[in-house]
């Protein structure tokens, strides 16, 4: 470019190109046709793949000094530290496999009483382990960036969790890494059910840090401080019985028919470093329940009639 | 006078794209400065010739897509703040680099108030008060690249 070696000091008088204001008239209209394109015809997808596989290398190089920090320190943990967290490890996993034996034992009976009932069986949903890359850099959305993406055959919607609980929900998947929306994220919505006394409900994301509410619940409802909100699995997303958060605060208010519940999420996503991607389970179609089907289709009624009333398990 | 060449631009907004993708984190999150869109205003200052319009919309489609929110938010934003910068560029050439500084400082309080109008458009809810810390530390971050210990020649200015 023969322009770039022009003296600095020497003001040009002839403008070069279009005037700065055309400019800003031009570049304006093509960020709102991009803004309206992207926010409600989804046609930029794979644009924004593309330009994505391209800024992968860079967070790579990005993430790199602090993965060698990391490492490092790992390496120089000291002596005793090691040990420490060892002997902390071998006693949980103690604990754990008491509790796994048990488990065993219910997840047979649990099995073979569904059999007798009928009901359908729990499908088991492998998972994959993944790494954090970075938070969201958007202050409007609780978001993350996980390394596995398309090329390890993640898809969107699948549920992200730790080893305390949910903590989102894939939405975005480019090449090589993905998004996840947190659970605190006001578009992000799961399906709850109270532990104590099996209320079902939907939790949305406050928007804010640490924070959920179960809206549309009436005054008096039966929940208390302290409860245990648990998956429940009726979306067909996120397996059953998972914990997602706590119930902190509940404000009953006389001129609102609804009351107030703000709960806090029991994983902590700050945390760790690695998470589990869980992988959605093939749900067949339901059958029998609908009504006026042909009679071959809705073979066995009494079946699929079970498996629904079975507080959605079965899916 | 060392002669700014294309260069020089293009390398300059690739290291603070790269400072931008660090994976900050928390309170350092809330903190970062806008690396990117100082280095934007900086050569539209120095070197209009070079660093125009278009360029400051193509680094903000860049954030667009770096953030993973809608195209085109950033993009606009930046786009308006590089007009800003580019049409009173030679006026600034009275100030001194107190006052350059305070230019700077309403231009990136600019660019974010553009972002939040955009974003609250879209749907998205008000982050907090505590959005514009960017632009604070930004402008703590110029004050340091511009002022003596650091030195980096500041555009045009009165002495």
Redesign the interface.
Known sequence: MPRALEPQQTPSFFIHGPSPFARLVFFSALSLALIVTDSRLQYLHDFRQGFMALLHPLQMIANAPFDLYRAGAEYLTAHNTLVETNRELVKQALQNGVRLQRLNELEAENEHLRSLLGASQVIVQPARLAEILHMGRDPFSQKMVVNLGERHNIRPGQAVVDGDGVIGQVTRVYPLSSEVTLITDKELSIPIQVERNGLRAIAFGAGMDNMLDLPYLPVNVDIQIGDRLITSGIDGIYPVGLAVAEVTDIERNPDSPFARITCRPIAGVKNHRQVLLINIPEIEPASGNIIGRQPDTASNPSASVQAASATGVSR | ?P????RHVYGSMLLA??????????LA??WRPDFLLLAVVYWML??P??C???TA?FT???MD?????????Y??AY??T??FA??YQ?RLALFNIWQQAAYVLFLLLLTQTTVIV??LF?G??F?GWH?YLHSVSSILVWLAVILPPFGVEAP?HKN
Request: glycine share 12%; aromatic share 10%; no cysteine.
């Open positions: 006078m002669v700014i060449s294309l794209l790269l400072l931008q993708l660090l994976p900050w984190d928390g999150l809330q120095r070197a010739h070079l125009h319009v278009g919309w903000g489609l860049i897509l770096a953030t993973g929110g809608v195209f085109g938010q993009a606009l786009a308006l590089g007009f580019v049409s030679r955009l974003k879209a998205d809810d982050p959005f045009p």
